[in-house]
């Protein structure tokens, strides 16, 4: 399950296990395998494997007298299995945005969503003393978001923050801005006396983004 989708000569099982979750909510293994017309202890091994991975979490429920039963759920990683339309709709509100506001009007909200930002980030990152911590610590932040961030040591004391993934490719592609405020976050975020300049850009067809920081000197 590399890429996250069940394959191989079990997946119709596993994903109508999902499904059944999905639709009925927690459910004892023995109502699924008589539902799914396989055996209890097929579907038992199946959701042994999907709680592996991460796609459902199980509670004993009491049941009167005797042991309790075993109800399956799914939780929230199981997502990825079910159709996700946060592109489609990131993408059609920026395009309803900027022809509600207008470019003034899109600038004063990446101006509010920059201004968020920094003040998120600075909290985060803190006062640390040495810049290699305060690059460590937004390369953290930025992980956190889904930028696949690290740390890389460059030349003459510099640091290379990198960022291996972007999350929000598509609607940076449509909104340019989301670009451009993000170098800004970044020096603001870092403080005075320190150059933050982008040397490799997703837009411009590299593999990923980077950024030398350096002190002033």
Not at 90 to 105: H, K, N, Q, R
Not at 130 to 152: D, F, P, T, W
Request: overall charge neutral; glycine content about 8%; proline content about 2%.
């Amino acid at each position: 399950m590399k890429d996250g989708k069940y394959k191989g000569a079990h997946w119709e099982t596993r994903r109508a296990i999902l499904g059944k979750l999905k639709r009925r909510g927690a459910l004892a293994s023995s109502v699924m395998a008589q539902e799914l017309g396989v055996s209890s202890m097929a579907v038992r091994q199946h959701l042994q494997e999907l709680e592996e991975s991460g796609d459902v979490c199980s509670r004993n429920v009491p049941q009167g007298k005797g042991r309790p039963t075993k109800f399956w759920e799914l939780t929230q990683a199981s997502n990825r299995h079910f159709p996700d339309r946060h592109r489609d709709l990131a993408l059609d509100l920026i395009a309803s945005i900027s022809e509600a506001l207008g470019p003034e009007g899109m600038e004063r909200l990446l101006d509010t969503r920059e201004k968020q930002q920094v003040a998120a980030y600075r909290e985060r990152v803190g006062e640390a003393s040495e810049l290699k911590e305060r690059v460590q610590a937004l390369a953290a932040i930025r992980s956190e978001e889904g930028y696949m961030a690290e740390v890389e040591a460059g030349e003459e004391g510099a640091f290379y923050l990198v960022e291996n993934h972007c999350p929000v490719c598509d609607a940076a592609r449509t909104c340019t801005g989301l670009c451009a405020t993000e170098l800004s976050v970044f020096r603001q975020t870092l403080g005075d006396g320190v150059d933050v300049d982008r040397t490799e850009h997703l837009m411009d067809g590299a593999r990923r983004c980077a950024y030398r920081v350096a002190a002033r000197k």
